[in-house]
């Protein structure tokens, strides 16, 4: 079927990018001829079987989108006259390592040529085709390129037992994010809260009253089929997820039965058959974590009936003990991947502990699988959006996950392959001419591709600031020290990005952060000097905590940024905190939403910035890492000063970070 542009162009509009356009994912290989083709003239599209009409069929309806006035599309070249694009399947390609989603493309001023192995790897092919098109000039870059990914399993979860997403906005994360090669959605259907799934075997299951966060929303079985054609359409693998026996609350209210019940058993295993049946995929999720296990055969009899099925079974780990044909997902730090053992990576790939300007850069710099490079045991990655706290809409969900720039940057790895271990890189950037490189893609994408959606990622990667030592406070979170009386002239830790980790989250037995043995009851500074070079008003994003969306996070008092004493100074004018909505608000449970807590969801602070240099001093203390008011301690600080472009928010161009007062040369 053809597969149509769901916004504007999907081509790149070349403003700036001279030398060629910004791949993303960037291909394994690729050599730029400098020589671009024009979108004239008569132009035939070449299918050489039936195998390869659909992606040549969606070729010669994008080049008509583009400007093509005579397009045909054919099983041989009409006329010796027209340009030709040919579309082919070849099983003899040798530098495509017989990787069944490789293509290979040749752009040059006499033909275009598409070769794939499969039909998935000429649609990646055409993915990239046409992000090497630009629309303005009418016109498609020269280049060869070989280029096959690095891991089979590229994907995103979407938790919408706790929330609900409308299948209009799965569609368009789907479509979208296939444009980048991410080629697995993962669909959490069931959990405590609802149960999402239309069902003939137990039809109350989705009853409004079953149903403690937005009751009576929930999928129809016409729905899912279609989101099941949607998905293959694009070539992306749908894994529906029934959770068992855990994270059942809602199946225990509409039945009146736990799921380990004899009772419970028997309807499980009528409505995963009607599920088996239901998706024509070949992979069922059933969960299986965080719950204790009262019948030691449940979840091996629920196994045997989804493989009775003819599906695969895959399963959360840490979760129930199975054999080794099951494929584990990993989502605890801890948990290393075991010989022999099919896992898929989601460790610390929780969108919603996210902070995104310093995670992305994490996300960008790790290994997946704990490997280089995937295989038939090390599937890859996906990145889940859990919402334990209540998300007003699906709006908010993009936002305050960082959706689009984070699954970016998942793109790009587990396409490319690479990476070090979080331990290692983290959120400090290890080579930043690489990272500015792919920070400078990103950025055009963003630009280009989605400017009416919510995208919070600016330019991080010339921030640069100067951390003191920790300094002992003992508790004392008002203790001053001598970088707020005395001339800033510290020896300290260099440090780069919008928002810099003392500590991560997780800590530094995870992921790696600027200090290398953080302490509770310690202060520290940072400081930098940004240079304007006219007096301006700009905005900034500040911040001293990320509001996790799994958290029931404190609202702040008024007056104060945080509950740690948190302080920002701009020319030793302190930065006033905003006016709080919720000041003080220790919420009992997880139904209370955010409001302006997130810097991400408040108009930035207002800043007046003097030409020449402008002094920037930040305070950090810290009591314990874990208080009653963040479950999860967070020593961390958000500054970047941000203008609004178009209908997003951009870094403000023009300035200088320097903690030197450096005028550097700027590459960027």
Not at 280 to 308: K, Q
Not at 641 to 650: A, R, S
Request: with cysteine; charged share 20%; hydrophobic share 35%.
């Amino acid at each position: 079927m053809r597969i149509l542009i769901c916004f504007l162009i999907f081509g790149i509009t070349l403003d700036g990018w001279a030398a060629h356009p910004p791949l993303l994912p960037a291909p394994q290989q690729v050599a730029w001829t400098g020589k671009s083709v024009a979108i004239k003239g008569m132009i035939n599209v070449v299918a050489h079987s039936s195998g390869s009409k659909s992606i040549a069929d969606s070729i010669q309806h994008f080049i008509k989108t583009v400007g093509g006035r005579s397009v045909q599309l054919t099983s041989q070249s009409a006329s010796k006259s027209a340009f030709v694009i040919t579309v082919a399947l070849d099983t003899d390609l040798p530098a495509l390592r017989q990787n069944q989603e490789s293509y290979q493309l040749l752009v040059s001023p006499t033909r275009i040529e598409l070769k794939a192995l499969t039909t998935t790897g000429l649609f990646w092919g055409y993915r990239t085709l046409q992000q090497l098109t630009d629309v303005e000039s009418k016109s498609i870059a020269g280049c060869t390129i070989v280029d096959f990914p690095a891991f089979p399993i590229r994907g995103f979860m979407h938790d919408v037992g706790r929330s609900f997403i409308s299948i209009e906005t799965l569609k368009r994360h789907i479509d979208r994010l296939s444009h980048y090669k991410i080629n697995t959605f993962h669909w959490h259907l069931t959990e405590d809260l609802a149960w999402r799934l239309q069902s003939d075997v137990v039809p109350r299951l989705t009853d409004s009253s079953v149903t403690v966060r937005f009751p009576g929303q929930f999928y129809t079985k016409q729905q899912a089929r279609d989101l099941v054609d949607y998905c293959k359409q694009r070539h992306v693998l749908l894994i529906p997820e029934i959770d068992m026996p855990g994270h059942s609350a809602a199946f225990r209210r509409a039945t009146g039965y736990d799921m380990q019940s004899s009772e419970g058993k028997a309807l499980v295993k009528q409505l995963l058959r009607e599920v088996c049946d239901l998706f024509d995929v070949p992979y069922l999720h059933i969960g299986t974590d965080e719950v204790a296990f009262n019948d030691s055969l449940f979840v091996p009899e629920m196994a045997t009936v989804v493989r009775d099925c003819g599906k695969e079974v895959i399963g959360w780990l840490p979760g129930a003990r199975l054999d080794k044909k099951m494929i584990r997902q990993l989502w605890m730090s801890t948990v290393k991947p075991a010989a022999g053992q099919h896992v898929i990576d989601s460790r610390n790939l929780y969108l919603n502990h996210f902070s995104t300007l310093a995670d992305l850069i994490s996300v960008y710099q790790r290994t997946i699988c704990d490997t280089t490079w995937g295989s038939s045991e090390r599937l890859g990655a996906i990145a889940c959006v859990w919402n334990d706290r209540k998300q007003p809409n699906e709006t908010e969900i993009e936002r305050l996950n960082g959706f689009y720039p984070i699954m970016l940057a998942v793109a790009e790895r587990s396409w490319r392959g690479g990476g070090l271990p979080e331990t290692e890189a983290g959120t400090v950037i290890q080579n930043q001419p690489d990272f500015a490189e792919f920070e400078d893609r990103l950025l055009t994408h963003k630009r280009h591709y989605f400017n009416s959606l919510e995208f919070p990622y600016v330019r991080q990667s010339t921030i640069n600031w100067r951390i003191s030592e920790p300094f002992a406070n003992q508790g004392k979170l008002e203790a001053v020290f001598p970088p707020e009386t005395e001339n800033l002239d510290l020896q300290g830790i260099e440090a780069t990005g919008g928002t810099i980790y003392l500590r991560h989250v997780w800590g530094p037995t995870v992921v790696r952060a600027y200090l290398t043995n953080p302490q509770p009851n310690h202060t520290v500074y940072a400081y930098t000097y940004v240079f304007s070079p006219r007096a301006q008003t700009v905005g900034a994003w500040v911040n001293f905590h990320n509001y996790g969306r799994s958290e029931k996070d404190a609202s702040p008092p008024q007056g104060q940024w945080d509950y740690k004493g948190s302080k920002i100074w701009v020319n030793d004018q302190e930065l006033i905190p905003p006016t709080w909505t919720n000041a003080g608000l220790h919420p009992l449970g997880n139904e209370q939403p955010y409001t302006d807590e997130p810097y991400e969801n408040r108009q930035p602070k207002s800043v007046s910035l003097k030409k020449g240099w402008n002094k920037v001093l930040i305070k950090l203390p810290i009591g314990e890492f874990r208080t009653d008011t963040y479950r999860l301690g967070k020593w961390m600080f958000t500054c970047v000063f941000v203008k609004p472009v178009n209908n997003q928010l951009e870094a403000v161009d023009g300035l200088i970070y320097s903690p030197d007062k450096m005028k550097r040369l700027r590459l960027r």
